[in-house]
């Protein structure tokens, strides 16, 4: 059978109240659709539900059995309602968000911020895992979002929002003082231990694809995972690393490291807010979105 949830609503309504005229009242439709409705779930369950009297109705036998089982689903739709519109309203869910640890601190600290001022009862969740892991999660679904730098040849099934630019450079210590104040070619370069950080990186991918470009030959003595490593490794003193200049802009500014001009300026990279397309995103999910896009989303 495949009887109209409808026809149960009023059957609920009618047996809970146990007159129809109270029903109809209730349900905001008038008692003839009222009766008209109860007949006909009657008719397509094959056996009557009430008995009529002076005071209203009850339940028969079949009435009976059914009712509970008919309360439990009005209820589940009622609950069914109510996280919906808890989650509309912003009073519940969870958003996941693929991210690296710098980019949390150099851009979506403010709007996490923000965002769970107004929202409190909405669950983040971020993953700082390799960008090509985080690329991975978001196509099966176990991420909402992605905010990371741009890669060369991106998928066709993303969609791009671009949030700003980054700089690529080479910084030294004050172990190298003779490449302070100085433009530097890159066959020069090469003759100092480079420091890079390890594939897969989009960093590392970018230059490595300028170098295979313009011919450039440079090889990194040592290579390191994590990006703020990379940092420290410059700092003691092992070597001329790359990096992302925003994101050490403090150690810069602070006078424990520089940067080492080159003749030929490195590319710069976006970072994006990648999502899948055709994807339904929570109530969250494009608040949130909103809010760091400062633009309406559907």
Do not use: W
């Amino acid at each position: 059978m495949n009887i109209n949830f409808e026809l149960y609503r009023v059957f609920y309504a009618v047996a809970t109240l146990g007159n129809i005229t109270k029903a109809s009242q209730e349900l905001m439709i008038s008692q003839p659709a009222v009766t008209k409705q109860i007949k006909a779930l009657e008719n397509q369950l094959g056996g009557e539900l009430f008995i009529r009297n002076k005071r209203g109705v009850t339940l028969t036998e079949n009435g009976q059995a059914i009712y509970n089982y008919v309360k439990q689903g009005i209820n589940c739709f009622n609950n069914a309602e109510l996280v919906f519109s808890n989650l509309k309203k912003l009073e519940t869910g969870t958003i996941r968000i693929g991210i690296s640890t710098t980019l949390t601190r150099l851009f979506l600290l403010p709007y996490l911020e923000k965002f769970h001022h107004e929202y409190p009862k909405i669950v983040i969740h971020l993953f700082t895992d390799p960008s090509s892991k985080l690329r991975q999660m978001l196509k099966t679904g176990d991420i909402d979002l992605l905010i990371a730098k741009e890669n060369d040849n991106e998928d066709n099934d993303l969609t791009i929002t671009r949030l700003g630019k980054l700089h690529n450079c080479f910084l030294a210590s004050e172990a190298f003082p003779e490449l302070k104040n100085k433009t530097i070619s890159f066959k020069e370069l090469s003759t100092y231990p480079i420091l890079l950080q390890r594939p897969p990186s989009t960093s590392r991918d970018t230059f490595n694809n300028y170098c295979k470009n313009n011919h450039i030959n440079i090889t990194s003595t040592i290579e390191i995972a994590s990006s703020s490593l990379l940092e420290d490794f410059i700092k003691i003193g092992l070597g001329v690393g790359l990096v992302t200049k925003e994101f050490a802009e403090k150690e810069i500014q602070e006078g424990h490291l520089f940067e080492v001009k080159t003749t030929t300026k490195l590319p710069s990279v976006y970072f994006s807010l990648f999502t899948l397309k055709n994807s339904f995103h929570s109530f969250g999910t494009n608040k949130l979105i909103e809010i760091i896009t400062n633009k309406k989303t559907d």
